[in-house]
DNA sequence: GCTGAAGACTTCAAAGCTAAACTTAGGAGC
DNA sequence: GCTCCTAAGTTTAGCTTTGAAGTCTTCAGC
């Protein structure tokens, strides 16, 4: 949902298809096949969290307590982690995290207690409500994505999820 | 590059295929496939943009300034927009528009002027530094970009193109 | 059992973003 | 040719993140 109306001004988003052939009259030796994958996964990406952010701003949180409370369940019962783990897992400073557990612990998504066996860790854990945040998320979530890939078939996708699995073991490993 | 020594720490960060299982024992009716690839294609976002925030820093700017330059060599000869523009492409307010524009000035990366045939428009131009810098960055980006399809043969890369293609159509119409 | 050092947060100051109020130029209607 | 309205940017206040400095455990060595 772009603004498909062209009277919101002159310059309106190129199309992926003008933007490679701008990128090749300015940068002769380009690719087009690889700016194509590249630039196509960028603007995926960027609607994509668009969307995810307006459903879980109908929850009442944002993608960015998102975030944490879906590292907390893929850590799996009893869904506990410090908070340098968590900083680690987000991609943030140990500051950010800091903060941003101040924030959910105000909103009761999440617990934070001194670990009484080595009282230099924290011990951040998800509530029950954090939890169930986490499961209705989860179902808007799925419900975008299935609408999402809805064109491609089975097949499709498992070739389209491989490609993009052994993208991705080469940049992680 | 990941931490990929393991004497970080206790919590490494989970493989896709554990998260996808761990999503699974959490939330049971879950399609794997589906989440295989919007998982990777978040994870593959992340990294690449850490990739690029590397090579942008090496050239003194940011990814933020990097996203300036894209648009307005997009934009073509005489590589000029107006703020308002630049603001919708790049997905930010009027506000963090003008602040960033201040910034670029001061680097001397842009130019900022007043429309003199309509004096409530501002004009963006790229000075020739500018239009530099975003040369150096393409060098570097393409770089990158051919090594992480290294992996991928022609064929694959058109099919793996063709398929995010579809999805890019579903989501920006 | 003291002391120094390392580790795990937290605090603080500064950068960058958003939302909302404000300023100014251009047009429409009378 | 005023007055109101709209459009385009800018300014301001508040929030989130970062980097650096600070605090408080724990542990290793003596």
């Known amino acids: 949902m772009p603004d498909s109306d062209g009277t919101t001004g002159p310059a309106n988003e190129p199309t992926l298809d003008e933007q490679i052939a701008a990128y090749q009259r300015e940068f002769a030796d380009l690719d087009p096949q690889v700016e194509q994958i ?8 960027r609607r994509m969290n668009v969307a995810y952010g307006r459903q879980t701003a109908t929850l009442g949180i944002s993608n960015a307590e998102w975030e944490v409370l879906k590292a907390l369940v893929l850590a799996g019962q009893p869904y506990r982690m410090g908070p340098g783990d968590l900083a680690k897992q987000l991609g943030l400073t140990p500051a950010a995290m800091t903060h941003r557990i101040d924030r959910m612990v105000a909103e009761e998504l999440v617990t934070r207690d001194r670990d009484e066996a080595n009282r230099v860790r924290v011990i951040v854990g998800l509530t029950d409500a954090g939890r169930q945040k986490w499961l209705d998320a989860m179902e808007l979530a799925t419900a975008f994505e299935e609408d999402l890939l809805q064109d491609l078939s089975t097949k ?5 999820g491989e490609l993009l699995t052994r993208l991705l073991v080469r940049v992680e490993s």
């Open 156 to 160: 499709e996708r498992g070739i389209l």
């Open 38 to 45: 590249v630039s196509a996964l960028g603007r995926l990406n």
